[in-house]
């Protein structure tokens, strides 16, 4: 079945950029999906990207998409205590209308 | 406010006995669906709605059940049967808009079972 992987945890400095990465494998994906998930909630969509895209930006987020090597990325510029959260990639394909997500990344951003 | 919500938040119970965990959503969204999160482990999909009274499983339904009666409300009920219950579930709803499938989430409900 479809798989997406990420690293479990990244550290960075406030003011630094972040930069997660996120691997897939069903190659029939449209779309992709980065959710935030701060402690003790819901996920809250930050961002997509069509498949045919190959970057989009949004304010502080930068997505990189490619498609070739299967590996999504979403930039945080200049990184604030309130990033600290954990960061989820997510595709959906065809007609399922599912999700699967990846394990998630922690990001914690220190003073 | 439209949105969905969860209730309880936290929810305790002892083991051997069902418990039934609310979902409602004012968003007149099409499908819903209930997730299971556990640490390190990111969402695994218990059950999936995209209509009313229509249901599926999905990758880990054992030990769970779920009905649709009506389309604001998809309740999921921990069986006895679930082996290890104790996590935090996340349910979510979406619109039919082909391919792009945006989930919207409730804020989870913790259950633990003592």
């Known amino acids: 079945g479809e798989d997406v992987e990420q690293s479990l945890f990244l550290s960075v400095r406030e003011g630094d950029s972040s930069v997660i990465n996120c691997t897939y494998t069903?190659?029939?994906?449209?779309?992709l999906y980065w959710y935030k998930q701060e402690p003790g909630a819901g996920l809250q969509l930050l961002t997509y990207?069509?498949?045919?895209?190959d970057m989009k930006q949004d304010q502080r987020l930068t997505v990189l998409l490619n498609k070739k090597d299967k590996h999504l990325s979403l930039r945080i510029a200049d990184t604030q205590t309130g990033d600290s959260a954990i960061y989820f990639c997510a595709e959906s394909s065809g007609s399922a209308r599912q999700l699967t997500f990846g394990s998630g990344t922690q990001l914690t951003v220190l003073p | 406010d439209g949105g969905i919500t969860q209730s309880p938040k936290y929810l305790f119970r002892k083991e051997g006995q069902n418990v039934t965990l609310s979902c409602e959503q004012n968003l007149n969204h099409d499908a819903m669906y209930w997730y299971r999160q556990d640490p390190g482990q990111g969402l695994r999909l218990i059950y999936y709605?995209?209509?009313?009274?229509?249901?599926q499983k999905g990758d880990i339904a054992e030990g769970y059940s779920v009905s649709r009666e009506k389309k604001e409300s998809f309740p999921l009920t921990v069986t006895s049967a679930q082996k290890n219950p104790t996590a935090f579930y996340l349910c979510?709803?979406?619109?039919?808009?082909?391919?792009?499938?945006?989930?919207?989430f409730g804020p989870g409900t913790r259950l633990t079972v003592l």
């Open positions: 979510a709803s979406s619109p039919d808009r082909g391919t792009y499938n945006e989930q919207f």
């Open positions: 069903d190659s029939s994906s449209t779309y």
């Open positions: 990207i069509f498949s045919n895209m």
């Open positions: 709605s995209q209509i009313v009274n229509d249901f």
